[in-house]
């Protein structure tokens, strides 16, 4: 079978030379010198070993084959423009999955903001993984996410991230914890309480951890559990007290099954983070969710829908 040898350039350039039928025509609308443009259609016809175009006097005609050719090449140029088209408006459309990973501390403010987000692209559909910080790490490797909300941003991976929240972790105690009523508690009066804390690389514990490291203490856990939902059962059946995000307990301290003391050094103010692997590319829907998460204040978000 003849094996057909044609750049892009030649299909443009014969579309332009057949349709005006003229080679100076042709390069004035593509913006190449009339030389140029008989030497590619040149080219093409001895590349091929056809004749394409004849000229009769002053004037130029195509051949059989130069008409074949001509139309594919119309054709060609059309489904470009089509599918460039398809490709912009699928762009510039939202919708689609979005796969998020969430910390397990984030989930009990991030549903208020998707339902906000989804509010605005209601064609979206979020996929939602809340996992532990370690977990969440070795899954962004695996390529599973579109994105990641987390405390910490790691640095041994080539990522972009941002903070849009800041996260305030407060010390929860049991109603009527002999500390309760007391204010400006200093740090070191909480060494010897029993304190309970999320397991070794959560990101919570390693802040509380630095935190009692900069004042000389040293936390022996009484316990360790493996969710925030846990510590706070816990913290509410008085086994001990916990350092929890302010966001996670605005219900169990309005109606007094828990209370937050008023410890030095506390509340830990750190930043929510939304991250990506900076080698992945973004989908319409997780540029939107970047986007919507730049441009909106979450904290008053969070106030109207009652989350604090």
Request: net charge positive; glycine share 4%; charged share 30%.
């Amino acid at each position: 079978m003849h094996k057909l040898h044609i750049t892009s350039q030649q299909i443009r350039i014969f579309e332009a030379v057949g349709r005006l039928l003229s080679y100076t025509k042709a390069a004035e609308e593509l913006n190449l010198s009339q030389p140029a443009v008989s030497i590619q259609v040149k080219r093409l016809e001895e590349n091929n070993d056809v004749k394409l175009i004849e000229v009769v006097g002053k004037k130029l005609f195509l051949t059989q084959a130069g008409e074949r050719m001509f139309k594919s090449c119309q054709k060609i140029l059309e489904e470009l423009k089509e599918l460039n088209v398809d490709i912009k408006s699928g762009q510039e459309r939202v919708d689609g999955e979005l796969r998020i990973a969430v910390v397990t501390p984030a989930k009990y403010f991030m549903p208020y903001i998707l339902k906000a987000f989804l509010n605005r692209y209601p064609d979206v559909k979020p996929l939602i993984t809340v996992i532990n910080r370690r977990r969440i790490l070795d899954e962004i490797k695996q390529n599973q996410y579109d994105l990641s909300i987390m405390g910490r941003v790691p640095e041994d991976l080539k990522m972009e991230a941002f903070p849009f929240f800041e996260n305030e972790l407060v010390v929860a105690a049991p109603p009527k914890h002999p500390l309760s009523k007391e204010k400006n508690i200093p740090i070191k009066a909480l060494a010897n309480e029993r304190f309970l804390m999320r397991e070794k690389g959560s990101g919570i514990r390693d802040s509380v951890q630095d935190r009692f490291a900069e004042n000389g203490i040293e936390i022996e856990p009484y316990m360790e559990l493996g969710s925030t939902e846990s510590i706070k059962q816990a913290v509410m059946a008085g086994l001990g007290i916990s350092v929890l995000p302010k966001q996670a307990i605005r219900l169990e301290t309005r109606y007094r099954h828990m209370d937050v003391l008023d410890v030095q050094g506390f509340p830990i103010t750190r930043h929510w983070y939304v991250a990506k692997l900076t080698s992945k590319s973004k989908t319409p829907a997780a540029e939107a969710f970047l986007n919507f998460l730049h441009s909106v204040d979450i904290n008053k978000l969070l106030a109207m829908t009652d989350t604090r």
